[in-house]
């Protein structure tokens, strides 16, 4: 008898953990299928479903081609802001740059004006040179670059080494692709991770960056006001909000990426040595995300994580025309068709249905054009701080999301045909793709973390 009652006892307990289970989902599913990305006609619910089902696979395929897996950065730069306290020495820190001689020789000369005759002369029967980095952390290589060029490979090539006579158009500083201290990093082999990089060092570049926006609340510190005392940004006029939004859920999406990928050093091992594991940090992500623990903002900063998604899909579609008529040169025939494909037939079929659920004509209406240059030129001061961060792998994603955030910018209030940088353009799918995985660990990885009273 007693038998048969601890047995009713055991189903019923797992049966209750089981509704419970299934209660706190539904809420927390009904929750996100009944929100929507402020200031955008669009469900977060439509966008996960469009986003973990559909587009993070296909981006994923996209930054692994050669012509976006190679990004040209600056990370010599001074910091224009304040005295720095000097470069981060943690061995996460680090990145592995892809010395110029092991790249392809198309993408390397394309930034030289000095080689580009000796390009361009190449003889029809020079041999194909196989290209892999040493450095590179992966266990596939780039693959034969046929360093033959057709003319449509030469035109390709000069017009990525036109510098945007529309310098009034753009909302951040690019790095000087012909400068000396420029280094060219393979982004798959320098992940966004966890280095350990904190204290007063990153609150400075945060308070800094969200400070940027102050011209939007005048006599007042907006970061301090927004992340402290939670003033509603519904207070902030329409510009203001998006400035907020944009910076907010860059912050939101690159705490997503340390979080996700946390590194846990062996007992004394610290973050100078070589033994531990990398994993997912639930506890690191209920610290900034948590209602709990961020006075309920949590769910809000996670929000804007969405709506920085949106405007960025935003721009890739209405540069479309722009994007199906690049070759995505690299001399692979093969890889730069396929790549070419990627983006024409898929990606932007995919994203149609939602380019339209931001409307950036509302913006700086009735001639407000001092608003805009206002918007600009803080957006300006935004990469600029980049400049300023100590950890040259933090700096390196830093600067690339910054950058394609500010192409993005500048494509949709373009008032001229769009030209763009291939920095640029490798910015802003690889900007966008870490705003996608961000979506999609939110999903698959911090899940049991958003709890059914969360607003997501």
């Known amino acids: 008898m007693t038998l048969k009652i601890c047995f009713i006892f055991i189903i019923l307990f797992f049966y209750g953990c089981y509704i419970n289970k299934i209660s706190a989902n539904e809420e927390c599913q009904l929750s996100r299928n009944n929100d929507m990305v402020d200031d955008c006609n669009c469900y977060i619910s439509d966008l996960n479903q469009l986003n973990n089902q559909r587009l993070q696979p296909l981006l994923r395929q996209i930054v692994k081609k050669n012509y976006f897996r190679f990004f040209p950065v600056n990370l010599k730069k001074t910091c224009q802001f304040w005295p720095t306290d000097g470069q981060c020495s943690l061995r996460t820190c680090a990145i592995k740059s892809c010395p110029i001689e092991k790249l392809p020789e198309t993408l390397r000369d394309s930034f030289n004006n000095n080689k580009l005759n000796r390009l361009i002369n190449t003889k029809q029967d020079e041999q194909n040179n196989e290209i892999q980095c040493s450095t590179i952390d992966t266990n596939s290589t780039l693959g034969l670059v046929d360093t033959n060029l057709s003319e449509e490979h030469k035109k390709t090539i000069e017009n990525w080494m ?16 012909t400068s000396t201290n420029l280094e060219y990093i393979d982004l798959l082999a320098n992940v966004e991770r966890y280095t350990g990089y904190t204290g007063i060092s ?32 519904n207070k902030l006029c329409l510009e203001g909000r998006t400035f907020y939004r944009l910076v907010s859920g860059l912050h939101s999406s690159i705490s997503i990426h340390l979080c996700a990928q946390y590194f846990f050093p062996i007992l004394g091992g610290g973050y100078s040595g070589t033994d531990g594991r990398w994993a997912p940090n639930l506890e690191e992500f209920k610290r900034r995300f948590s209602p709990e623990r961020t006075d309920g903002e949590g769910p809000i900063w996670l929000k804007n994580l969405y709506f920085i998604y949106l405007i960025e899909l935003r721009a890739i579609y209405k540069a479309r025309d722009y994007l199906q008529s690049q070759t995505y040169f690299t001399g692979n025939q093969t890889d730069d068709l396929h ?75 373009a008032e001229n045909p769009i030209q763009l940088q291939r920095s640029e353009l490798v910015s802003l799918i690889n900007g966008f793709t870490q705003l996608s995985t961000s979506i999609y660990r939110l999903e698959h990885t911090f899940k049991t973390c958003l709890k059914k009273n969360t607003e997501l």
């Not at 036109?162 to 692709?177: A, L, R």
């Not at 402290?228 to 940004?233: E, F, I, S, T, Y």
């Not at 990627?342 to 001092?370: S, V």
Request: a negative charge.
């Open 162 to 177: 036109k510098f945007d006579d529309v310098q009034s158009e753009n909302f951040c500083d690019v790095d000087d692709e």
């Open 339 to 413: 790549t070419k494909q990627l983006i024409t037939n898929y990606l932007l079929k995919e994203i149609e249905p939602f380019a339209n659920h931001f409307n950036e004509n509302d913006l700086f209406k009735n001639g407000n054009e001092q608003l805009k240059v206002g918007f600009k030129e803080h957006f300006h001061n935004i990469s600029r701080i980049m400049d300023c961060v100590g950890c040259d792998k933090c700096k390196l994603w830093g600067k690339l999301q910054i950058q394609a955030l500010g192409t993005t910018l500048k494509i949709l209030f």
């Open 202 to 233: 990153t609150q400075r570049i945060w308070s800094a960056i969200y400070n940027e926006n102050c011209f939007f609340l005048p006599d007042s510190k907006l970061y301090y006001e927004l992340r402290q005392k939670r003033l509603n940004a």
